[in-house]
């Protein structure tokens, strides 16, 4: 897989905390992403998902207003049946229940907060590859 072609993915990290949005900024900076989009406002995320047609999600479940669940049922109601776009759940929310039904509802991958930066940097690759890989299945 090229690397180059890897870094150019869009990203959108989607949590009301601050804090947390900048810790994924940073992360993604230093791996090297160059379009990467963060989200602080859960009521504009289907709004900017649609917008941007990230190549991957980053997302929190708990959260004001719009909760994670809600907006991963949105998101599979907007995408084609075809359509792989992975979402990383990043969650303090470590219940098995928590994980059970963020996975039902298309999460791809799922990290209890606090997280291993390395081990969502490899996942983050692991994810963006896959969704590569699959376009590019899908374009032939």
């Known amino acids: 897989m090229d690397s180059e072609e890897l870094l150019s993915c869009r990203i ?3 949590d009301d905390e601050e804090a947390n949005v900048r810790l994924l900024a940073n992360l993604l900076e230093r791996e090297g992403y160059r379009d990467v989009h963060c989200l602080t406002e859960p009521t504009k995320a289907l ?3 649609i917008a941007l047609a990230p190549d991957l999600v980053l997302l929190d479940l708990m959260m004001p207003e719009v909760d994670g669940f809600q907006l991963l049922e949105a998101f599979s109601r907007h995408d084609c049946e075809d359509e792989f776009r992975p979402v990383l759940v990043l969650t303090a929310d470590t219940t ?4 059970r039904r ?3 509802l298309g999460a791809k991958d799922f ?5 291993d930066v390395i081990e969502v940097g490899l996942r983050i ?3 963006l590859e896959t969704r590569m890989l699959y376009e590019k299945l899908r374009a032939a």
């Open 102 to 104: 963020a996975l039902a």
């Open 12 to 14: 959108l990290a989607i």
């Open 96 to 99: 098995i229940q928590a994980r």
């Open 125 to 127: 690759s692991n994810l």
């Open 111 to 115: 990290v209890s907060k606090p997280f």
């Open 47 to 49: 709004e900017t998902y």
